[in-house]
Antibody
Framework: QVHLVESGGGVVQPGRSLRLSCAASGFTFGNYGMHWVRQAPGKGLEWVALIWFHGRNKYYADSVKGRFTISRDNSKNTLFLQMDNLRAEDTAVYYC????????????????WGQGTLVTVSS | DIQMTQSPSTLSASVGDRVTITCRASQSITNWLAWYQQRPGKAPKLLIY???TLENGVPSRFSGSGSGTEFILTINSLQPDDFATYYC?????????FGQGTKVEIK
């Protein structure tokens, strides 16, 4: 059974950094592209970043490009999101999500999601 | 960037009703479209991918149609569990843009 568990959220001041983790289990993590998706309080879903299964290609939303870095450690079945220079508008629940299709380098629907971790950026 | 627009934003319906939600893309996405259901306080759940393919375990009262720029999610015989918010998402490009969501409420 696929299981994704995010951690690392919390309250942080504007301009500071935070690193989120997503621990994966129940599947061959290194075979799947992974995403971060966020949801501001009371708002819709916003795609944040994608990393291919091999980790060599990464893509970002314009709203976070240059500030956020997605990475993965396939030996530890873990996905990361390093968030630097945080802004109030980054306040959201952050979800990690798995590509439905394995060993592909084309976009796919997201078939498994974690429960989310809340990041609050406030002074 | 590809923009996704859903309508309506809110929909009031009763148990047993048939409801439809429309999603329009700002440019052709062929059939690279997914639908998700999100209940309050929960993560989204994949319902349909490739515009019309039902995800494993999703009830057959859910169906999807469309291609190019216009897509429809249909829920036949609405059940109490179906009152939730629904999102479409394009995955024609790496940035998987979501629609703004449609909340299905109890009439």
């Amino acid at each position: 059974q696929v299981h994704l568990v995010e951690s690392g959220g919390g309250v942080v001041q504007p301009g500071r950094s935070l690193r989120l983790s997503c621990a994966a289990s129940g599947f061959t993590f290194g075979n799947y592209g992974m995403h971060w998706v966020r949801q501001a309080p009371g708002k819709g879903l916003e795609w944040v970043a994608l990393i291919w299964f091999h980790g060599r290609n990464k893509y970002y939303a314009d709203s976070v490009k240059g500030r956020f870095t997605i990475s993965r450690d396939n030996s530890k079945n873990t996905l990361f999101l390093q968030m630097d220079n945080l802004r109030a508008e980054d306040t959201a629940v952050y979800y990690c999500a798995r590509d439905r299709d394995d060993i592909v380098v084309v976009p796919s629907a997201y078939d498994s999601w974690g429960q989310g971790t809340l990041v609050t950026v406030s002074s | 960037d590809i923009q996704m627009t859903q309508s309506p934003s809110t929909l009031s319906a009763s148990v047993g009703d048939r409801v439809t939600i429309t999603c329009r893309a700002s440019q052709s996405i062929t059939n690279w479209l997914a639908w998700y259901q999100q209940r309050p306080g929960k993560a989204p759940k994949l319902l349909i991918y490739k515009a019309s393919t039902l995800e494993n375990g999703v009830p057959s009262r859910f169906s999807g149609s469309g291609s190019g720029t216009e897509f429809i999610l249909t829920i036949n015989s609405l059940q109490p569990d179906d009152f939730a918010t629904y999102y479409c998402q394009q995955y024609n490009s790496y940035s998987g843009t979501f629609g703004q969501g449609t909340k299905v409420e109890i009439k």
